[in-house]
T-cell receptor
Framework: GIQVEQSPPDLILQEGANSTLRCNFSDSVNNLQWFHQNPWGQLINLFYIPSGTKQNGRLSATTVATERYSLLYISSSQTTDSGVYFCAVGSNTGKLIFGQGTTLQVKP | DAGVIQSPRHEVTEMGQEVTLRCKPISGHNSLFWYRQTMMRGLELLIYFNNNVPIDDSGMPEDRFSAKMPNASFSTLKIQPSEPRDSAVYFC???????????FGQGTRLTVV
């Protein structure tokens, strides 16, 4: 099956700093999503991005499907950005395989 | 839209008891997924349905777990008998069709004592 690797596993930032999270996957996919799991455990949709680049406020994401990776950029981080960021990839069956996540802590 | 709705939000039960988790997908979505999240294994897919039909249940850990989707607006995940190692957060998700954006419910935190 598809393997998904996220890096780094943990990240500590000072408020205002920028960061880049990476997701590598082992096979061709036609679905890729980024989620933020907040401290209350909710999985919040950030991006549905099987290819290309998208931006939403301070967050943006790029997926290069031919090279099997995706990047999530967080600019001017805030304490509310803390939590776990997951990348999930899948095929046209809809079966989503999750990476192990990047735990982000933003300090005031 | 209310999103994917799961119930209960929290469940504490004694070992050996039957547990039933419920999920209402987003209206119009025809694919439904059950995931389990633990510290050790992360988020793992247990089973998913397309048009109410189970497509892949290879992630169901053992025969104590069963899932049904009697209609397009309701699904259950049942554990009988429950064991302490089943303690986890169980998520339900739905999509319009395979390969499109999935939306998750708020999860059910299950504790088996």
């Amino acid at each position: 099956g598809i393997q998904v690797e996220q890096s780094p596993p943990d990240l500590i930032l000072q408020e205002g700093a920028n960061s880049t999270l990476r997701c590598n996957f082992s096979d061709s996919v036609n679905n890729l999503q980024w989620f933020h799991q907040n401290p209350w455990g909710q999985l919040i949709n950030l991006f549905y991005i099987p290819s290309g680049t998208k931006q939403n406020g301070r967050l943006s994401a790029t997926t290069v499907a031919t090279e099997r990776y995706s990047l999530l950029y967080i600019s001017s981080s805030q304490t509310t950005d803390s939590g776990v960021y997951f990348c999930a990839v899948g095929s046209n069956t809809g079966k989503l395989i999750f990476g192990q996540g990047t735990t982000l802590q933003v300090k005031p | 839209d209310a999103g994917v709705i799961q119930s209960p939000r929290h469940e504490v039960t004694e070992m050996g008891q039957e547990v039933t988790l419920r999920c209402k997908p987003i209206s119009g979505h025809n694919s439904l997924f059950w995931y389990r999240q633990t510290m050790m294994r992360g988020l793992e897919l247990l089973i998913y349905f397309n048009n109410n039909v189970p497509i892949d249940d290879s992630g169901m850990p053992e025969d104590r777990f069963s899932a049904k989707m009697p209609n397009a607006s309701f699904s259950t995940l049942k554990i009988q008998p429950s064991e302490p190692r089943d303690s986890a957060v169980y998520f339900c998700a739905s999509t319009i069709m395979g390969g499109t954006e999935a939306f998750f419910g708020q999860g059910t935190r299950l504790t088996v004592v």
